[in-house]
C-alpha cells in the first residue's frame, strides 16, 4: 500500500488493519448466509410446486374430461408453478434438458411412481425455451395433457429487513468497539512520548503512573526508572561544578593577594580585573548549582504581578533606562509556578533588555491553548541570526557586547531557559524586523 494512504499513527494503522478484517469477515458470514438463505427458500418453493404439481393432477385426474377446463381455472397456484390443458405436450424431446437441480428438488419421479391408477399414461420432461425453467407434461388416460410449466421465482437473500438493519448495527458497534479499543491500547505510548519529551527539558519532571496493563506498568517502571538514574547524574555532576567552583575561590583570593604585592602597575590592574571575572563567573555558578538543587515547590502565583515587580526593580537599578519599561497585559493572571526561579528567570531576560537594548517592554497575554505567552522587547542591536541559539550556552556572550559595564558571565540566558523549561515552558529569541530583540516566554497556563 502507497505510503500516502496509510494512516501515519500507530493507532490508525493497527485500526485499519482490523477494520479491514472486520469488513472481510462480515462480507463472508453474510456471503454464507445468503447462501444458506437461498438454498433453504429454493428448497422450501421447490417441495411446494411439487407437492402442489402432484395434488393438481391428482385432481385433475378425478375430475371428468369436459369439467377439468373449469376446475384448472379455480384451482390457485402457487408462484413458479403454470398448468395447462393441451392436446399436445409442451415438453419437447428438442428442447434442451431440465435443470438437474430442478429435477432433483421437484423429485418428479415421485408422480411415475405413484400407485396405477394415478399413474399418468404418458410423461415428458425437458428444459423450457428459457433457461432455469422445466416443462412437465403428463398424459390423462383418454388422451389429453397437462402441461406444466415450472420456473422458480428469483431467489431473495435479503428478504428480512430487521437483519440487514440487525447487521449493520453489529458491524458499527463492532468498528466502534475496535476503534476506541485500539485508541485506548496506544494512549500509554503517546503518554510516554509526551513524558520523554517533558524529561528532555525537565530532569525534575513527575514519574508516570505504574499503573495500568502489565506491559504498560512495566514500561512506565522502565522509564521511572532511567529517569530516576539521569536525575541523580545530573545532580552528581551539578555537585561537582558546585564544589570545584567553590574550591576555587580560596586559590582566586590568594592570587589577589600576591597580585596587589605586584610592582608592575598594568600588570596588577590586569591580572585583578580577570581574577575579578573569575569571581564573578564562580558566584554565577555557585547560584545556578545552587538554585538547581533547591527544590522550590510550586504554587499558584500572580504572573501579572511578578512581571510588573521585575519590571519595578529593573528601573530601580537603572533609573536611566527607566522611561523605556513598560509593561502591557491583564491587571492579574494566576498560573501555578516556582516563584522565585520564575523571578530570576524573567529578570534575567529584561536584564538583558535593559543592558543590551536600553530598554525593556513586556507583553503578557492571556492564555490560549493552555499556554500562556510573554513578550519581552527591546531597541537594541538584536543577535546575529545564527547566534540565536547559541546565546542559550552558559558562558556564551558575544564579543561585540562583551564590555565591562554590562559586565556578565553569560549565564543569564542559559538559566532563565533551564528554569521555563523545567516549569514545561521555554523561552526563544527573535530578532524584530524594526530592530531589537525579542524574547519570547511561554508557560502553561
Ligand atoms: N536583548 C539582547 N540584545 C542583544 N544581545 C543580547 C540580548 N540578550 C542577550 N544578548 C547577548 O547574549 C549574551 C548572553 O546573554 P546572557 O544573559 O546569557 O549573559 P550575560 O548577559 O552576558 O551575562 P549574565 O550572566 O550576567 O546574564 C549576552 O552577552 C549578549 O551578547
Ligand atoms: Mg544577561
Same mark, same amino acid.
Given at each position: 500500500?502507497?505510503?500516502?494512504?496509510?494512516?501515519?499513527?500507530?493507532?490508525?494503522?493497527?485500526?485499519?488493519?482490523?477494520?479491514?478484517?472486520?469488513?472481510?469477515?462480515?462480507v463472508?458470514?453474510?456471503?454464507?448466509?445468503?447462501?444458506?438463505?437461498?438454498?433453504?427458500?429454493?428448497?422450501?418453493?421447490?417441495? %411446494?410446486?411439487?407437492?402442489?404439481?402432484?395434488?393438481l393432477?391428482?385432481t385433475?385426474? $378425478?375430475?371428468?374430461?369436459?369439467?377439468?377446463?373449469?376446475?384448472?381455472?379455480?384451482?390457485?397456484?402457487?408462484?413458479?408453478?403454470?398448468?395447462?390443458?393441451?392436446?399436445?405436450?409442451?415438453?419437447?424431446?428438442?428442447?434442451? &434438458?431440465?435443470?438437474? &437441480?430442478?429435477?432433483?428438488?421437484?423429485?418428479?419421479?415421485?408422480?411415475?411412481?405413484?400407485?396405477?391408477r394415478?399413474?399418468?399414461?404418458?410423461?415428458?420432461?425437458?428444459?423450457?425455451?428459457?433457461?432455469?425453467?422445466?416443462? $412437465?407434461?403428463?398424459?390423462? !388416460?383418454?388422451?389429453?395433457?397437462?402441461?406444466?410449466?415450472? %420456473?422458480?421465482?428469483? !431467489?431473495? !437473500?435479503?428478504?428480512?429487513?430487521?437483519?440487514?438493519?440487525?447487521?449493520?448495527?453489529?458491524?458499527?458497534?463492532?468498528?466502534?468497539?475496535t476503534?476506541?479499543?485500539?485508541?485506548?491500547?496506544? =494512549?500509554?505510548?503517546?503518554?510516554?512520548?509526551?513524558?520523554?519529551? =517533558?524529561?528532555?527539558?525537565?530532569?525534575?519532571?513527575?514519574?508516570?503512573? %505504574?499503573?495500568?496493563?502489565?506491559?504498560?506498568?512495566?514500561?512506565?517502571?522502565?522509564?521511572?526508572?532511567m529517569?530516576?538514574?539521569?536525575?541523580?547524574?545530573?545532580?552528581?555532576?551539578?555537585?561537582?561544578?558546585?564544589?570545584?567552583?567553590?574550591?576555587?575561590?580560596?586559590?582566586?583570593?590568594?592570587?589577589?593577594? =600576591?597580585?596587589?604585592?605586584?610592582?608592575?602597575e598594568?600588570?596588577?590592574?590586569?591580572?585583578?580585573?580577570?581574577?575579578?571575572?573569575?569571581?564573578?563567573?564562580?558566584?554565577?555558578?555557585?547560584?545556578?548549582?545552587?538554585?538547581?538543587?533547591?527544590?522550590?515547590?510550586?504554587?499558584?502565583?500572580?504572573?501579572?504581578?511578578?512581571?510588573?515587580?521585575?519590571?519595578?526593580?529593573?528601573?530601580?537599578?537603572?533609573?536611566?533606562?527607566? %522611561?523605556?519599561?513598560?509593561?502591557?497585559?491583564?491587571e492579574h493572571?494566576?498560573?501555578?509556578?516556582?516563584?522565585?526561579?520564575?523571578?530570576?528567570?524573567?529578570?534575567?531576560?529584561?536584564?538583558?533588555?535593559?543592558?543590551?537594548?536600553? $530598554?525593556?517592554?513586556?507583553?503578557?497575554?492571556?492564555?490560549?491553548?493552555?499556554?500562556? =505567552?510573554?513578550?519581552?522587547?527591546d531597541?537594541?542591536?538584536?543577535?546575529?541570526?545564527?547566534?540565536?541559539?547559541?546565546?542559550?550556552?552558559?558562558?556564551?556572550?558575544l564579543?561585540?557586547?562583551?564590555?565591562?559595564?554590562?559586565?556578565?558571565?553569560?549565564?543569564?540566558?542559559?538559566?532563565?531557559?533551564?528554569?521555563?523549561?523545567?516549569?514545561?515552558?521555554?523561552?526563544?529569541?527573535?530578532?524584530l524586523?524594526?530592530?531589537?530583540?525579542?524574547?519570547?516566554?511561554?508557560?502553561?497556563?
Amino acid at each position: 500500500m502507497p505510503r500516502r494512504i496509510l494512516p501515519r499513527s500507530l493507532a490508525g494503522r493497527t485500526a485499519l488493519v482490523l477494520l479491514v478484517g472486520l469488513i472481510l469477515v462480515q462480507v463472508a458470514g453474510l456471503t454464507i448466509h445468503a447462501l444458506d438463505r437461498v438454498d433453504l427458500q429454493r428448497f422450501q418453493q421447490a417441495r %411446494e410446486v411439487s407437492q402442489r404439481a402432484f395434488t393438481l393432477w391428482r385432481t385433475m385426474l $378425478a375430475t371428468p374430461h369436459d369439467r377439468r377446463g373449469q376446475v384448472l381455472a379455480d384451482i390457485e397456484l402457487p408462484p413458479g408453478l403454470r398448468a395447462a390443458l393441451d392436446d399436445e405436450p409442451s415438453a419437447r424431446p428438442g428442447y434442451p &434438458p431440465p435443470p438437474p &437441480p430442478l429435477v432433483r428438488l421437484l423429485r418428479v419421479e415421485a408422480i411415475m411412481s405413484a400407485p396405477p391408477r394415478m399413474r399418468p399414461r404418458e410423461a415428458l420432461i425437458s428444459g423450457g425455451p428459457r433457461p432455469g425453467q422445466m416443462l $412437465a407434461s403428463l398424459r390423462f !388416460p383418454d388422451g389429453d395433457w397437462l402441461n406444466l410449466r415450472i %420456473e422458480l421465482p428469483p !431467489p431473495r !437473500p435479503w428478504h428480512s429487513e430487521t437483519f440487514l438493519f440487525a447487521f449493520a448495527l453489529m458491524t458499527l458497534t463492532a468498528a466502534a468497539l475496535t476503534i476506541w479499543a485500539v485508541r485506548r491500547m496506544t =494512549r500509554p505510548v503517546v503518554a510516554l512520548a509526551a513524558a520523554a519529551d =517533558r524529561l528532555g527539558r525537565d530532569v525534575n519532571a513527575p514519574p508516570l503512573p %505504574e499503573n495500568g496493563p502489565s506491559e504498560v506498568a512495566t514500561a512506565a517502571r522502565a522509564f521511572n526508572t532511567m529517569a530516576e538514574r539521569i536525575r541523580r547524574f545530573v545532580g552528581d555532576r551539578t555537585q561537582m561544578v558546585a564544589a570545584i567552583s567553590h574550591d576555587l575561590r580560596t586559590p582566586i583570593t590568594r592570587l589577589k593577594l =600576591r597580585a596587589e604585592l605586584l610592582d608592575d602597575e598594568e600588570a596588577r590592574r590586569k591580572i585583578l580585573a580577570d581574577l575579578d571575572e573569575m569571581e564573578g563567573m564562580i558566584a554565577a555558578t555557585l547560584t545556578f548549582a545552587r538554585d538547581d538543587a533547591a527544590a522550590e515547590p510550586s504554587v499558584p502565583l500572580d504572573l501579572a504581578a511578578l512581571c510588573r515587580t521585575v519590571l519595578d526593580e529593573t528601573a530601580d537599578a537603572r533609573p536611566e533606562a527607566a %522611561e523605556a519599561i513598560a509593561y502591557e497585559g491583564p491587571e492579574h493572571l494566576t498560573i501555578t509556578a516556582r516563584p522565585v526561579a520564575l523571578k530570576r528567570a524573567l529578570a534575567n531576560l529584561v536584564g538583558n533588555a535593559v543592558a543590551y537594548g536600553g $530598554a525593556a517592554r513586556l507583553w503578557l497575554d492571556p492564555p490560549r491553548e493552555g499556554l500562556v =505567552r510573554l513578550r519581552i522587547e527591546d531597541a537594541g542591536p538584536g543577535v546575529p541570526e545564527d547566534q540565536l541559539e547559541q546565546v542559550f550556552a552558559p558562558f556564551r556572550r558575544l564579543e561585540a557586547s562583551r564590555n565591562r559595564e554590562t559586565g556578565g558571565v553569560g549565564l543569564g540566558l542559559p538559566i532563565a531557559r533551564n528554569i521555563l523549561r523545567a516549569h514545561g515552558g521555554d523561552v526563544v529569541l527573535r530578532n524584530l524586523p524594526r530592530g531589537g530583540l525579542a524574547a519570547e516566554v511561554t508557560l502553561p497556563a
